[in-house]
C-alpha cells in the first residue's frame, strides 16, 4: 500500500474517530433512525440535482448504500442511544475490518499475506482487551446492535470492491440517495412521527453541527477518500485501518466526555496502531519481483502484494 494512500487511511480514521462525537450530540436531540434519514436527506438531494452518475451496476450501488449507509447507521444510531458508550462504540463497531477480510477472503478471493494476518490478528486482540475492560458499561443490546452495524458495513465494502468506481466520490454520492427512504420508514414504524415533528420544531445548535459533520465530514470527505482506497487497494489492505477510529473516538470521549479509560485500554489502543501498521506493510522482495507486470488492482493474483497505483478521481 502506497505512503499516500497509508496517509489517506489515517486521516479518514480520524474523521471518523471524531465522528462519533457527532453522533452523540445529534442523539441528544433527534430520534435515531429519524436522524440517520436527515443526515443522508442533506447530501441526496444536492447530488441528484448536480453531482452526474458514477456508472456502476445498480446493483453494487443499492448494495453499498444498505450496507454501509442504511443499515450501520441504524444499528449504529439505535445502539448508541439505547446506552452504547460512544467510546465503546467507536471500537466495537471497528469489528467491520475482521468481518471485511474474512468476507472478502471467502467471496472475493483475496489471498492474504502471513502479514496480514499477523497484524490483523494483533489488532483484533488489542480490541477485544479494550471491548473487555468496557463492556461492564454497556447492555447486551447495545452491543449486538453496534456488531450488526459492523457487519452490515463490511458487506457494504464488499459491493463497493464490486462496484469499482472511477469516481469514488460521485459513488459516495449517489449511495447517499439510498438510506433516506428505508430510514424514513423505519423510523415512522418505530419512533412515530410525533417524535419527528418535535425534533423538528425545536432548534438545537450542538445537535445540527454534529448532523452537519456526520453528512459533510463524515460521509462526503471520510467515505469518498475511503472509497478511492477501496478502488486502489485490495480490501482486505485498506479495512484495517478503521481500526484506528476506536483510538481517536476513546481519547475524544475521555477528553470530552469524561468516559476514562483504564491502563489496559491506552496499552491495548497502542497494540491496535501497532497491528494496523503491520498489517499495511508489504514485503519487499522476491514478491515484488515476480508480480511487477501487475497492472490492474482489481487483479486478485497481484492486488495484495503490490496493488497498482492509480489516478485519483
Known sequence: MPGRDRFLAAFTALLWGCNFLAIHATLTHFPPLFAGALRFVVIAIPTMLLVPWPKVKLRWLIGYGIGFGTLQFA????????????????????????????????????????????????????????????????????????????????????????????HPLRFTLWMSVVPPLPMWGLSLVFEGTAAQWESLSTFHLPALAGMAYTAVLGTVVGSGIWSALMRRNPASTVAPFSMLVPVVGLTLAFVLLDERPTVVEIVASAVVVGGVLLGSVRRRGRQDTTTSGCTSSTSTSCGEIRPARMSSA
Do not use: D, H
Request: glycine share 8%.
Open 75 to 166: 444499528f449504529l444510531f439505535v445502539g448508541m442511544k439505547a446506552g452504547m458508550p460512544t467510546g465503546l462504540a467507536s471500537l466495537v463497531l471497528q469489528a467491520s475490518a475482521p468481518f471485511t477480510v474474512v468476507l472478502s477472503a471467502v467471496f472475493l478471493r483475496e489471498r492474504l499475506t502471513a502479514w496480514q494476518v499477523a497484524g490483523i490478528l494483533l489488532a483484533v486482540a488489542g480490541m477485544s482487551a479494550i471491548g473487555w475492560q468496557r463492556a461492564e458499561y454497556a447492555a447486551l443490546l447495545p452491543l449486538l446492535l453496534t456488531l450488526l452495524g459492523a457487519l452490515s458495513w463490511a458487506c457494504g465494502n464488499l459491493c463497493l470492491r464490486k462496484a469499482e468506481p472511477e
